[in-house]
């Protein structure tokens, strides 16, 4: 056992298919040191294919006032940039509650993507969509999405459906998966740093947070002449005053490095 109040290693050997284990050595107590290993250690294993990421959090909705992933989602950037942590974020925003919008950006998301990867300016985009769980103590990584629309109450816009299917092509309640390894990030994860702190769920619920996973997960098997280069991830996260906002910020900057190194 490690002492997780002062170095952490994450060996991803099994996430990364053949590159080096302990790829991230994090110094909790030395922000410049964790900042040259990470960057120097980053930058040999990744041999170039960085991912570029998209995030997406959620305003206030039915019952939730102030959304921890509204602050999220407006502050990684922010926050990758100041610790210089090696992640290229491209774009981040804030959804409202509402399966008319989230239709919308999800659509934006993707014209984007596929411009960026058909023009050769990027190797891999990333999505990772924020929700948060007011009853949650820790992050759930969602491993799928149900094409089940059952709200438990209207949508910002009013919208109030139960037992629809999100998209009419496919069967009620077909389920979609992300490429990501969920099992093996959880494990990763919850290694050291943020011990227990993270599971691994096949739940995200039927309110507006699985609308979106489903929307996207679909959007990505569309584009089928690139979808090997495109990872999308859902992560539910606690309020803040389970875990507050700096320790959110570090884990979903660790979450992203990751997921950088770790293939679809």
């Known amino acids: 056992h490690i002492d997780k109040g002062n170095w952490y290693w994450y060996n991803v050997q099994s996430l990364a298919q053949g590159r080096a284990g302990d790829l991230l050595s994090i110094a ?48 990684l950037a922010n926050y990758v940039k100041q610790n210089e942590i090696p992640i290229t974020i491209k774009h981040s925003c804030v959804l409202k509650v ?40 820790r992050f759930q990584i969602e491993q799928c999405a149900y094409n089940d629309a059952s709200f438990r109450v209207a949508d910002e816009l009013g919208f109030h459906p139960q037992d629809v299917r999100i998209i009419p092509d496919y069967p009620f309640e077909e389920k979609f998966e992300t490429s990501l ?54 992560v539910h996260c606690p309020p803040f005053n389970i875990v507050s906002e700096d320790k959110q910020l570090q884990f979903f900057a660790d979450l992203l490095q990751l997921i950088n190194v770790t293939k679809s």
Request: charged share 25%; proline share 3%.
């Open 98 to 137: 509402a399966a008319k919008v989230v239709r919308e950006e999800i659509d934006r998301i993707y014209s984007s993507i596929e411009n960026m990867i058909s023009e050769h300016k990027v190797n891999r985009a990333v999505i990772l969509h924020l929700g948060v769980n007011c009853g949650g103590t």
């Open 181 to 234: 390894p969920v099992s093996n990030l959880c494990k990763t994860l919850n290694k050291n740093k943020w011990y227990e702190q993270v599971c691994h769920s096949v739940d995200p619920g039927r309110f507006v947070c699985n609308y979106l996973y489903f929307h996207s997960l679909n959007a990505r098997r569309n584009i089928q002449h690139i979808n090997s280069k495109i990872s999308v991830l859902f």
């Open 28 to 75: 909790d107590g030395s922000q410049q040191r964790r900042k040259n290993n990470m960057a120097e250690k980053m930058a040999a294993e990744n041999d170039g294919q960085d991912a570029m990421f998209y995030i997406t959090g959620f305003g206030p909705f039915a019952g939730v006032s102030d959304n921890p992933t509204k602050v999220l989602s407006e502050k």
